[in-house]
């Protein structure tokens, strides 16, 4: 029988996965599945907690970077992925909402020797990514840390020196934002690559020219709502593979994580994993979640 294992970092979210797990318990044996929940540990990696299972889904109850943590524990094996969403973002589950129920085989990408499922990105958005940590030491409020990060980012960023490679082309620019988009949200909500896929083998690839920060608060509209293509200052292309050089040592953010240098790689590896998304499921727990 296939096992279903969740697993749940107790400290993340302020607990908040740790409260779903009487809900996924008792819909776990109203469908007679078998099942085991397991707590991650700071001084172990989770891909080694992971490692004996064979043919199991492993459902992320959190956050982006939950899940790509997890992703690590299923590449190259006979195991699923499958969310639970319970983080602050909970960006990747915007875009695997758009699947239809049942088991897809979905492209992740790989950005020198890390996957990542979601979004790479460098520039002001990656500092806007980055700088939320150090603003969760705060108080301020879980659901307006991005919106804060934004307005702490804009007075210090500056534009950085990017060289793009890919197969076809090569860009030398001053960027402002850079996104390698497999998923079509990041920053909790906004809709960067708002035609991306993850079954079509290419990145989406966006670069925003240097230009004065004020112009930035009229970007920012857009691009929650995915209305930034074809706009001043926005371009885009599509890659399997693109080689970023920078003159700088600068801090990527992949999935939540940080990756620093002055040389990425970056490819997409076509079907590598497979996502299972039973949404009935998913909905019967979070909806338990809503109404606590």
């Known amino acids: 029988m296939q096992k279903y294992i969740f697993v749940i970092n107790p400290v993340a979210g302020k607990g908040k996965s740790l409260k779903l797990i009487p809900k996924i318990e008792e819909e776990c044996q109203k469908r007679g599945f078998s099942y085991e929940i397991v707590y991650t540990k700071k001084e172990i990696p989770i891909e080694e907690q992971l490692k004996d299972y064979q043919d199991a889904i492993f459902y992320a109850v959190g956050g982006d970077g939950l899940i790509s943590q997890v992703l690590k524990a299923v590449v190259g094996t006979n195991n699923r992925l499958a969310v639970i969403p319970a983080g602050s973002g909970n960006d990747f589950y915007k875009t695997v909402q758009k699947l239809e129920d049942g088991e897809h085989q979905i492209d992740i990408g790989k950005i020198n020797d890390q996957y990542f499922i979601n979004v790479a990105c460098i520039g002001i958005d990656a500092e806007v990514a980055n700088n939320i940590e150090e603003l969760r030491k705060t108080k301020i409020p879980t659901s307006q840390l991005y919106n804060a990060s934004i307005i702490y980012t804009f007075f210090q960023y500056q534009p950085k ?56 608060l009229s970007l920012l509209p857009k691009l929650r709502r995915g209305k930034h293509e074809g706009k001043r200052y926005v371009h885009k292309f599509r890659t399997n593979h693109v080689e970023i050089i920078t003159e700088e040592e600068l801090t990527f953010n992949v999935d939540g994580e940080k ?18 998304n039973q949404k009935d499921f998913v909905e019967k727990i979070q909806n338990e979640s809503l109404n606590k």
């Open 259 to 276: 990756l620093k240098g002055t040389h990425f790689v970056l490819d997409v590896l076509p079907k590598a994993i497979i996502f299972s």
């Open 161 to 216: 020196k990017v060289e793009f490679k890919t197969k076809v082309k090569e860009i030398k620019k001053e960027s402002m934002i850079i996104s390698i988009c497999n998923g079509a949200f990041y920053g909790g909500g906004y809709q960067i690559a708002p035609k991306s896929s993850l079954t079509d083998g290419l990145f989406d690839v966006y670069y925003a020219d240097k230009f004065r920060k004020i112009h930035m």
